[in-house]
């Protein structure tokens, strides 16, 4: 039992999960072919037009490209980790570079305390909650926690 598709414009084959993929050339036309694990069906995908891809097209599969590469859980909890050490990061470097010059620090704390709110406020007041919206979440718990140790740092 085997299945031919041709290819959108966007030249990206809409299917889940493939294990093995090959490519070979037939008769001017490139074809990409793979098989499941199962060996129930082969797929075979063929796109007509050998034109270059255009920017729109690549811009319009980096959603999809991004959420194929945020399903592993690994994946998820790394980024996880990366967004609250970048938060941290940040607050450093605030306190550091307001607290050095002196001039507009209070200014900054209220930036600091405003952007925090608004964030913890945009977080809760959403019904679902999305990977990019839990990285953003992160980040605030990570810049959150990046000043009070240097506010420890300060007191000591």
């Not at 990206?12 to 070979?24: A, D, F, N, P």
């Not at 959603?63 to 050490?85: A, D, H, K, V």
């Amino acid at each position: 039992m085997a299945q031919s598709l041709n290819l959108t414009s966007t030249g990206v084959l809409k299917l889940g999960l493939i294990t093995g993929t090959w490519v070979s050339k037939r008769k001017k036309l490139q074809a990409f072919e793979s098989r499941s694990t199962l060996r129930l069906f082969t797929i075979q995908a063929v796109q007509e037009n050998e034109r270059p891809r255009r920017l729109v097209d690549i811009i319009r599969i980096v959603p999809e490209i991004s959420r194929n590469y945020f399903r592993r859980p690994s994946r998820r909890t790394l980024f996880g980790g990366i967004s609250i050490l970048g938060g941290f990061y940040v607050a450093q470097t605030i306190s550091l570079s307001f607290g050095v010059l002196g001039v507009n620090d209070v200014i900054a704390a209220v930036l600091c305390v405003l952007v925090t709110e608004y964030v913890t406020r945009f977080f809760y007041s959403r019904p679902k909650v999305t990977f990019y919206l839990a990285l953003l979440n992160n980040f605030k718990i990570g810049f959150t926690y990046g000043l009070f140790i240097d506010a420890f740092k300060l007191a000591s």
